[in-house]
């Protein structure tokens, strides 16, 4: 572990997971919740575009990304609130729109070809540079905020809408704010694990926590110490064992996922036990 | 509300009500299945739009509205989230947050109303119970709870008593009595009232989206209006005859 960190690359890169780690299922857990798994997915395909956007026009592809990503969710919400589309057909709409759009527009850019695309696809943590280290952590600090601040208010909304409405909370502002957070965080795990296996960390270690607590609060917390723990530890395994490291954070997460499952099964029939002496 | 009119799918639900609910009242929305009782209440409180009419919540149009933490709304059932377990202590607490300021943690006040919720519904001891593994009843009853946590002036409840097992009705019926002691306002929506009906001091009858009853609890009203009574299927009498039935048959 220690001669990991004598690589400038590898710092950052272990950083940079940490930050993903922690950021995605915080805002994940409120994701799954409101039964919206695969909307990591959908801001993933349509920040594909954004990406390709920024090779077209010269600007810093992350940056094209977020705006891209941002504009993809609030569609997404306004379609799923508004419309009588259901929110899976919503997000299919978008996932094809979103990786014709970039393989169209990478096409166009001088010297660009899908190849450009696949470190985004497939993610490069190896190659984030400070700058990135520096975009990735404010926009981790700018998730966790969220979930601070409004935490009380997406537990309620993500509950029940309608529970939400009486209560006089702002239905439509929170529903955007769940949006914009999802498609930050997609943007900045989109260096670490790469666009189509982003979603992967935002729902895996949820899934996860969900086997083994009982309340939403542990479920988070835990989510987040598994989702760190996947990302540092499968980007540091993937240090020794030459493989893409996006690869193997996301089965290493879903290793956790399948263990936690049987010992979730075990820990469950002891309770029941428990209370039925 | 004055004129109230829903529609859903351009079909019209609720057909021009006019209701006002008093201070300290009891009101029970009667009706048989289909007759509109759920949207009724429901629209008066804005969450279902009007396509018709207005309804106002202490003057105040629902948009305008800022006093939320005055209402207390009991949906149907507990909608349990896409599998991510929640237990019952914070389903309660979470009706707390009309009454809490974003940027305040949770206070010692919203602490102890929760306790106070959970004690009322007799759920304390298993207030870290993931609220998945319960029963439709007790689910009922953290929904209760959760309501009684805001501690709000008027309680508006859809079908807290249906398919809620005789305990759980009794425990209701108590704290009910409990709230209008009090002097609270309370509105529910009800198929059978079983040991709510002798708070009830107001009764609502709907039929095909109108009121037809509106006065004292359908007891003294006879028998033709007694809940349990209007068993009817709701479109049995109005389906309009269809040409192959008007037609004469050879």
Redesign the interface.
């Known amino acids: 572990m220690i001669d990991l960190l004598r690589y400038d690359f590898m710092q950052r890169a272990l950083i940079a997971a940490f930050l993903v780690g922690l950021a995605a299922p915080a805002i994940g857990?409120f994701i799954?919740?409101?039964?919206?798994?695969l909307l990591g997915d959908g801001i993933g395909h349509v920040a594909l575009t954004g990406v390709a956007l920024g090779f077209l026009t010269g600007t810093a592809p992350v940056l094209t990304a977020v705006v891209v990503a941002v504009l993809g969710a609030v569609a997404i919400e306004l379609v799923r609130a508004r419309g009588r589309t259901s929110g899976d057909v919503a997000l299919a709409l978008l996932f094809y729109g979103g990786i014709a759009g970039g393989v169209l527009l990478i096409s166009l850019a001088p010297g660009g070809s899908n190849a450009t695309l696949m470190s985004y696809l497939f993610g490069s943590i190896s190659s984030v540079t400070v700058q990135d280290v520096q975009v990735i952590a404010l926009l981790a600090v700018a998730v966790l905020g969220v979930v601070a601040?409004?935490g009380?208010?997406l537990?309620?909304l993500?509950?029940?809408e309608?529970?939400a409405?009486?209560?006089?909370?702002p239905v439509r502002l929170l529903s955007l704010l769940i949006a914009v957070t999802a498609a930050l965080t997609v943007v900045i795990a989109m260096r670490v694990v790469g666009l189509l296996l982003v979603s992967a960390l935002m729902v895996v270690p949820?899934?996860t926590g969900?086997q083994l607590?009982?309340?939403?609060?542990s479920?988070m917390l835990l989510a987040m110490l598994f989702g760190m723990t996947a990302t540092v530890g499968g980007l540091a395994s993937s240090f020794y064992v030459e493989v893409p490291p996006g690869a193997l954070i996301v089965l290493v997460a879903l290793g956790g996922f399948v263990l936690a499952l049987g010992l979730g099964r075990f820990v469950r029939r002891s309770r029941s036990q428990e209370s039925q002496p | 509300m004055s004129g109230g009119q829903v529609s859903l799918d351009r079909r019209p639900v609720l057909r021009g009500i006019d209701l006002t609910v008093r201070s300290g009242e009891v009101v029970a929305v009667l009706g048989a299945n289909g007759s509109g009782k759920s949207t009724l209440v429901r629209a008066l409180l804005g969450l279902a739009p009007l396509s018709g009419g207005s309804t106002l919540l202490y003057g105040k149009p629902p948009a305008r509205f800022r006093e939320w933490w005055r209402i207390g709304y009991v949906p149907q059932r507990l909608s349990v989230g896409g599998g991510v377990p929640a237990t019952i202590r914070e389903v309660v607490a979470s009706g707390r947050i009309s009454r809490q300021s974003r940027f305040r943690p949770t206070s010692a006040a919203d602490a102890a109303a929760t306790a106070r919720a959970l004690e009322a519904v007799g759920l304390a001891d298993r207030a870290g119970d993931p609220v998945q593994a319960l029963s439709g009843g007790q689910q009922q009853r953290v929904l209760i709870a959760r309501a009684l946590a805001g501690e709000p002036d008027t309680f508006v409840m859809d079908e807290p008593t249906a398919g809620v097992d005789a305990a759980s009705q009794q425990l209701l019926a108590d704290t009910l009595s409990g709230l209008v002691e009090q002097g609270r306002t309370v509105v529910l929506v009800a198929h059978e009232l079983g040991p709510l009906e002798p708070l009830v001091t107001r009764a609502v009858v709907l039929r095909d989206g109108c009121v037809c009853h509106d006065g004292p609890p359908p007891k003294a009203v006879g028998a033709h209006a007694l809940p349990g009574h209007d068993h009817v299927h709701p479109h049995a009498e109005e389906r309009p005859a269809g040409p192959l039935d008007w037609r004469p048959t050879s």
């Open positions: 857990t799954v919740q409101r039964r919206l798994a601040v409004f009380r208010e537990f309620v993500c509950q029940d309608e529970v409405r009486a209560a006089g909370l949820v899934a969900q607590t009982r309340g939403f609060r479920t």
